[in-house]
């Protein structure tokens, strides 16, 4: 989905704490059977100051990350993936040209340009690439365009929160196209996720977030859903969804991320369903936190008809969705937060092998302690075989090496085993340990799985919000296995 030094292997009955220059590692007893390694990250200012001398990062608050080729089939011959990052602070979205030279000496990652949101009220927030259709009843282009979900600051009533596009112009620049407004029915919107959920060959918009009241006249939020479809005749249409009842209670809360994918099985006709994650008040920590829609087609007008339900779980920030072992059937992973308190921040869903959708809660063995504060993650393979892992960024509590307390920031690794569990978790840290108050500085937000240095293995990209960053982990698994 998106994307050589040599290091001994980790002894597999010690628990060990090894510094593998800067990034440190966690490897707790009985580690993986093929190890997961990272060369020390690689830090770029998401935005710079411009100042004599240069690279000096501006406190952009880069929170969205999205990855892939902007210029794409065969246009950009080397295929080289790329980065784009919006920045919430001072409303740019950056783009990061991959250089395809990841030797020491070559930066891999270059700055290419950064793009003002031209809109003083907008907070950029989370950010995809898409190819999308530019003109009705046009083919869609064969480069990525820039989706972005903006929040609007202020507190006037009937302010509006939309997703942006910003038009690849078929060289990778995204400025030569007036910037293109979809109004979202969502307020204060959260994560971004885009899917062709009603296999029409048009890429739709998935966007959470919870209503409050903009006067401040009516005290609580509840989670909203917009599922912004797209039409193949061009333009599109909004299906806004607002749950303020579980089983007839009221509820409080917010819709945090969402993930297309086909939950009900045999999937009919390219048709996805969704999984949203969803934060609510006390009241309903410890109830139903994974609000599942099936998608049962399309009504007469096209659009598809969803079936909502809730399945328990816990308040979480993020939720993937993919094949967990060698089970043929896809699970749910949820990154729940410390407000929960219990005796894991992560918690699967899986499927129960029927094809209908229904899932069973399972706790990992092994998962994050309740101070890691999990915040995003990504789904897809690391080390060297042939299964899924999990990463998260953790916002604190990572082991500071050193720092005298555990509240620098980092990214937990859960290697999957083949019976769908995981390994012990291993931490990392995103940048250089941070031995200073607030000690979380650096802290990453959210994350992406990629190849960027083109040598088989996928990496991982975090956006540093607190430090004005972003960092790239290369794998080096592959060159530390033995002959």
């Known amino acids: 989905m998106f994307r050589r030094n040599s290091i001994a292997l980790f002894p597999r009955s010690l628990g060990l704490t090894v510094a593998l220059g800067g990034v440190l590692v966690v490897s707790p007893a009985f580690a993986a059977e093929k190890p997961l390694h990272f060369k020390p990250p690689r ?53 990061f040209r991959n250089s395809g030279d990841w030797s020491a000496t070559d930066p891999g990652l270059v700055l290419d340009q950064v793009y003002p949101i031209l809109d003083p009220l907008a907070k950029p927030y989370d950010v995809e690439l898409v190819n999308l259709q530019r003109e009705p009843g046009q083919p869609m282009e064969p ?43 969502v307020l204060n919107v959260n994560g971004l ?6 296999a029409n060959g048009t890429p739709d918009f998935i966007v959470g977030g919870h209503w409050t009241d903009p006067a401040h006249e009516i005290t609580g939020s509840h989670p909203q859903v917009d599922v912004v479809m797209g039409a193949t005749s061009g333009g599109y249409s909004v299906q806004h969804y607002d749950f303020e009842y579980i089983g007839g209670l009221p509820i409080e809360g ?39 829609f099936l998608n049962d087609g399309p009504d007469s007008n096209g659009l598809p008809i969803w079936t909502p339900s809730f399945q328990p779980g816990r308040n979480s920030n993020s939720v993937v969705f993919g094949k967990l072992g ?21 918690v699967v869903f899986r499927d129960q092998g029927n094809g209908t959708g229904a899932f069973n809660l399972r706790t990992p063995g092994d998962a ?14 690391l080390n060297p075989d042939t299964l899924n892992d999990v990463v ?22 859960l290697l999957s085993k083949s019976d769908g ?20 500085k650096g802290g990453p937000t959210f994350v992406r799985i990629a190849d960027f240095d083109d040598d088989g293995q996928n990496d991982v990209v975090v956006s540093n919000t607190s430090s004005g960053s972003i960092s790239v982990l290369l794998n080096s698994s592959l060159q530390t296995l033995p002959p």
Request: proline share 6%; with cysteine.
């Open 193 to 198: 996720t885009t899917a062709d959920v009603d």
């Open 43 to 95: 830090v770029y200012c998401a935005q710079q100051d411009g100042q004599p001398g240069g690279a000096h990062c501006v406190y952009s608050g880069p929170l969205g990350l999205a990855v892939g080729d902007i210029i794409g089939d065969g246009v950009d011959p080397d295929g080289n993936i790329d980065v784009v990052v919006a920045n919430s602070e001072t409303k740019t979205i950056s783009v």
């Open 392 to 413: 998260v960024t953790c916002q604190k509590g990572i082991p500071s090496g050193g720092c005298g307390s555990d509240q620098q920031g980092g990214i937990a690794v």
């Open 254 to 292: 917010q819709a945090t991320d969402a993930v297309a994918a086909p939950v009900r099985l045999p999937q009919v006709g390219g048709r996805l369903d969704l999984l949203v994650s969803l934060e609510l008040t006390s009241e309903f920590q410890n109830e139903d936190h994974l609000l599942v």
């Open 368 to 381: 994050l302690t309740e101070y890691e504060e999990p915040f995003q993650m990504d789904i897809g393979r």
């Open 143 to 185: 480069f990525l365009d820039i989706v972005v979900t903006i929040r609007t600051l202020g507190e006037e009533v009937g302010q509006e929160e939309y997703l942006l596009i910003l038009w690849n112009d078929g060289t990778g620049h995204y400025d030569s196209y007036p910037q293109t407004r979809i109004t979202l029915s």
């Open 421 to 440: 569990t995981f390994w012990p978790t291993i931490h990392y840290f995103a940048t250089e340990p941070v031995c200073e108050d607030p000690p979380w």
């Open 326 to 346: 060698t089970r043929p059937y896809n699970d749910a992973v949820l990154a729940c937060q410390t407000s929960v308190m219990l005796d894991s921040d992560n």
